[in-house]
């Protein structure tokens, strides 16, 4: 299987049985100066969270609940860009690692098949308008049988096991995320957004597709075009205008 081949990231470790929220831990490390790449693995979380204060489920032994530091050393506008990259970095691993035809719904829920794998969180916090850190949560439905997950889940939720109809390796899936988040982190900060959007676009599930948006003006129909340079979802509405979403839930159809 895959190994780590990174340089920082995934290089410090702490692996918990059981916490309430690995954004929780990873938070605390930050705090008392961790570095950066220093990655929190939780077998279980008794309180995950989720987008938009909801909860995550996050069942022993089948996932991978994780969060990781970073620190870059950039503006707080540069946030969502960082959401957007991770989003990317995630379903190339899982497409690699596990064969499914993974695909990323607007800004960061990765899909197959329509149904929701992994949910990814990024939490940031300022200085003067500068991020002091980020810290990445991503959770992945990994071996999850049909009957773990729950029943009122399960025609919106699925696991990378159901889908490939294999057992996955946790271990090699997480060195793979790490890998290629590394990569695209250094692409980002060499070349800027750019190189991204492109990757973004091309495994996006949302792009050409009649979306809703459920976000803080209300809902907004239209049909989703592309990415701008900041990373915002360009919807062109019923009056053929442009529209520009910076952060929401999307609905397709
Ligand atoms: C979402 O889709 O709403 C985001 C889900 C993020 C879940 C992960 S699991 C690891 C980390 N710890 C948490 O409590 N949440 C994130």
């Known amino acids: 299987g895959a190994m780590l081949q990174t340089s920082g990231f995934a290089r410090k470790l702490r692996l918990l049985d059981v916490t309430s929220s690995t954004q929780e831990a990873a938070r605390l490390l930050a705090e008392e100066?961790?570095?950066?790449?220093?990655?929190?693995?939780?077998?279980?979380?008794?309180?995950?969270?989720?987008?938009?204060?909801?909860?995550?489920?996050?069942?022993?032994?089948?996932?991978?609940?994780?969060?990781?530091?970073?620190?870059?050393?950039?503006?707080?506008?540069?946030?969502?860009?960082?959401?957007?990259?991770?989003?990317?970095?995630?379903?190339?691993?899982?497409?690699?690692?596990?064969?499914?035809?993974?695909g990323i719904k607007w800004p960061n829920d990765i899909l197959i098949g329509g149904k929701k794998v992994c949910g990814i969180l990024i939490e940031s916090a300022g200085e003067d308008e500068m991020i002091k850190y980020c810290i990445a949560g991503i959770g992945i439905d990994v071996n999850l049988e049909p009957e773990d997950i729950p029943a009122e889940l399960r025609s919106v939720a699925t696991s990378l096991k159901i889908e490939s109809g294999r057992h996955i390796d946790r271990a090699e899936l997480i060195a793979a995320v790490m890998n290629e988040l590394e990569q695209l982190y250094k692409l980002h900060e060499e070349e800027g957004f750019a190189p991204i959007r492109l990757l973004w676009e091309a495994l996006s599930v949302t792009l050409g597709r009649r979306v809703t948006v459920w976000g803080g003006r209300g809902d907004i129909s239209g049909v989703a075009k592309s990415l701008d340079e900041s990373g915002a979802l360009v919807l062109q509405d019923e009056h053929g205008s442009d529209v520009k979403i910076f952060s929401g839930d999307v609905q397709l159809g």
């Not at 969270?49 to 707080?76: E, Y």
């Not at 991770?86 to 497409?95: D, G, L, S, Y």
């Open 33 to 102: 100066g961790a570095a950066e790449g220093t990655l929190v693995i939780a077998e279980e979380q008794t309180g995950g969270r989720g987008r938009q204060g909801r909860m995550w489920f996050s069942p022993p032994h089948k996932g991978v609940w994780m969060s990781l530091l970073l620190r870059p050393r950039r503006p707080l506008a540069f946030a969502p860009q960082l959401t957007l990259l991770t989003a990317v970095a995630v379903c190339r691993a899982i497409r690699k690692v596990s064969g499914a035809d993974a």
